[in-house]
C-alpha cells in the first residue's frame, strides 16, 4: 500500500510513518509506505507517474492551498476516484464545507498523538472502498 501525503512540513511524514509502523491496519502481507510532496504544483503529473492508493492532502499549503490541490487532482479524469483524504490542524466549517463540495473522501483534524492518528489511518483504510458511495457531512468527517 502506497500512500501520497501531501505537506509542507517535513516533520509530518515521519508522524505518517510512525503510525503506519505502529498501527494494527489489517492488509495481510502487503507492505506499506508513504511518499511526501510538499508542495501542489504540477501535482497530477506526480500522482499519474507513480501508483498510490490514497492521498493525504493538508488544507493549509502556501501557493496552491489543499482545496484548489484536490481541484486539479478530481479535474483528472484518470484520478477522479483516487481516495483523498484532507486534514488540517484546526476545525474550519468553512474548509469542511468545500472539502465536502469538491468531493474530498473523508476529512480530519491532526491529532496530537501517535496513537490516534493510528486510530484514523486504521478507520480509512477500513473502510469499504468497493461500496465507495455519498457521504452526508457527519460521515465525512472523521472524529476521535
Known sequence: MHIL???DDPDEL???E????????QLGNHQLKVSQVFYCTEITQ???DQQYNFIFLDINLPQVN???CLK???AESALKDMPVI?????FNQKDVDLAFQEKADFFFVKPFSIDTLVQVIDKIIAFDWSRKS??????FVIRY
Open 46 to 48: 506526480v500522482i499519474l
Open 86 to 90: 484532507m486534514f488540517s490542524n484546526a
Open 134 to 139: 455519498p457521504q452526508t457531512k457527519d460521515q
Open 18 to 25: 510512525t503510525a503506519l509502523e505502529d498501527g494494527n491496519h
Open 66 to 68: 489543499g482545496i484548489e
Open 5 to 7: 501525503l501531501i505537506d
Open 72 to 74: 486539479m487532482i478530481r
Open 14 to 16: 515521519l508522524l505518517f
